[in-house]
Structure formats: structure tokens, C-alpha cells
């Protein structure tokens, strides 16, 4: 971005010297009461583009050098025209930076200059209050270009940081939904490992081989249980939105599991195993 940007200030620095130095002969054969273009006019001429190279690092120096090379231009006695552009550029880039009221100020001082220069120092009669007026409103029409743009880019700033906001606020419901499945899948699956736990303890005597189905219960039960979790948890940990891990809804292997036909749980309309309050699954585990 700030090689893009370099570039970019570079082109328009070597864009601005070209015309105002190619502007200036033509508008020195046509005001002959102005002097015309030497080695000062033209090093004045190149102090604004050159200006222009750091106007993104320091805006409001610059902006004041440019202004005040354009008073020493016009003093001198040079033709009009060519200095104008490196200021232009220079009030856009400052108001776009965010100085606006020393953009603003630094119009209406060089106004009221060009104002007092054409009123009293100027080597012909004033043109009259119409140029006065017209170089103002070249200067209006230029602040409010410059304000209407960043007016603008400030929206769109404004709406990337609402939809920034909204895609983060999404992904914190969605790890908050995530850390709540986690919490069921863990309360559930401890109730069952609970339950198959006690009904092993009660059959293993007198029923072994149902013994032997209740514990291999608890052992896949476990197991799905840690899959999950560690899943769950590297996509919480990530800090991105995610779909749900592969094994995350596969609980109808246990719908159909001995476990599903035990004392307090009971298959859900999904196909999953859910258990009863947990006053109906203690009684059922002491009933066991």
C-alpha cells in the first residue's frame, strides 16, 4: 500500500511540474504586463511539485509551503495560472487528511492575499471586485469537491467498520452456540456414562455379558465424548466461525445403542439419546 501510494505521489508530482512549467510560457505571452518565466519562476514552479512527494507524511507543512511559494510567485510578478495547481492538490490532500480547519484558514488567508495584492500591490489597475469574487469561488468550489470526498470516503470507512463489527459479532454468537452444544454434549454424555456405569455395577454379578454391553457403552460414549470436545475446542481456540465437526451430530449409532433403552434416557425426535430431568435420572441411577 505504500509503495501503491508512493508511486501514485510521484506521478502526480511529476504530472504538476510538467504543466505548470509547460502552462507558463503560454500564459506569460499572454499577460504582458507580467514578467516572464527565468531560472526563479521556474524553481518556484518546481518547489510545489516537489512539495507534493510528502504531502501524505506531513499535509499541513506542505500545504503552507505550496501557498506560500504560490504569494512569492505572484509578487515577483510572474504570469498567473501555473502555481495554482501544486495548491489545489495541496488543500484536497489536506482536507482528505483530516486538517480541515487549517485547510479552510489557508484558503481565506490566501484569499484576503490575492484580495490585497490585485487592491494595492498590483502593477495594473484591480480587475474589480468579479475577479476577487471568481478566485473565491474557485477556492469554494475546490474546499467543497474536497469535503464532498471525504465525506464520502468516511461513510464507506463507516460502513466496512459496521460490517467488520457484524461478521465479529456473528462469530462470537456462533463460538457462544458452539461452547453451549459443548456443555450439552458434556452434561449428556456424563449422565449416560453415569447411568451405564451404575447399571454395569448392578448386572455384573448375575448378567455379565449385559454388563459387558453397558461398558462398551460407556467406552464409545467416552470417546465420541473427547472427538468432539477436542474439535470444538481447536475451532473456539481459532477464534473463526466453522461448521461443525464431522462426528458433532452423530448420535444415531446411539439411538440404537443399549444405552438409549436405559433407565433415564430416552431417543429425542432427532434420532439422539437425551435423558430425563436430572431428578428422574438420579432416581433412575439409584434405582439401578
Known amino acids: 500500500m505504500r509503495t501503491r501510494c508512493g508511486r501514485a505521489d510521484l506521478v502526480t508530482s511529476g504530472v504538476a511540474a ?36 510528502v504531502r501524505r507524511r506531513w499535509p499541513v507543512p506542505a500545504l503552507l509551503g505550496t501557498v506560500l511559494v504560490t504569494c512569492v510567485y505572484i509578487v515577483a510578478g510572474y504570469a498567473y495560472g501555473p502555481p495554482f495547481l501544486s495548491a489545489i492538490i495541496m488543500l484536497y ?48 468550489v475546490v474546499l467543497t469537491i474536497s469535503e464532498v470526498v471525504r465525506a464520502q470516503r468516511e461513510r464507506a470507512a463507516e460502513r466496512r467498520r459496521v460490517a467488520e463489527e457484524e461478521e465479529r459479532r456473528q462469530a462470537s454468537e456462533e463460538r457462544l452456540t458452539m461452547a453451549q452444544e459443548l456443555h450439552d454434549v458434556l452434561a449428556h454424555n ?18 455379565p455379558e449385559q454388563a459387558r454391553t453397558a461398558l462398551a457403552t460407556i467406552k464409545q460414549a467416552s470417546k465420541d465424548v473427547l472427538g468432539e470436545m477436542r474439535s470444538v475446542l481447536n475451532v473456539l481456540r481459532e477464534g473463526a466461525p466453522a461448521p461443525p465437526p464431522p462426528g458433532w451430530t452423530g448420535w444415531t449409532t446411539w439411538s440404537s445403542a443399549p444405552a438409549c433403552r436405559s433407565p433415564g434416557v430416552r431417543p429425542a425426535g432427532s ?13 433412575s441411577s439409584r434405582r439401578a
Not at 195 to 207: C, E, K, N, P
Open 18 to 53: 510538467l504543466l505548470q512549467l509547460g502552462i507558463t510560457q503560454s500564459a506569460s505571452n499572454g499577460q504582458g504586463d507580467r514578467l516572464p518565466p527565468d531560472a526563479f519562476s521556474i524553481s518556484l514552479l518546481l518547489i510545489g511539485p516537489a512539495l507534493l512527494l
Open 93 to 140: 490532500t489536506a482536507i482528505n487528511a483530516g486538517h480541515r480547519l487549517v485547510a479552510w484558514l489557508t484558503s481565506a488567508g490566501f484569499f484576503a492575499f490575492i484580495v490585497i495584492y490585485m487592491t494595492w500591490m498590483a502593477p495594473v489597475a484591480s480587475p474589480g471586485a468579479f475577479h476577487n469574487l471568481a478566485v473565491g469561488a474557485m477556492i469554494l
Open 190 to 207: 456424563i449422565s449416560l456414562i453415569h447411568v451405564q456405569a451404575s447399571t454395569a455395577l448392578h448386572l455384573i454379578d448375575d448378567h
Open 271 to 283: 434420532g439422539r439419546c437425551r435423558r430425563g430431568s436430572s431428578g428422574r435420572s438420579t432416581g
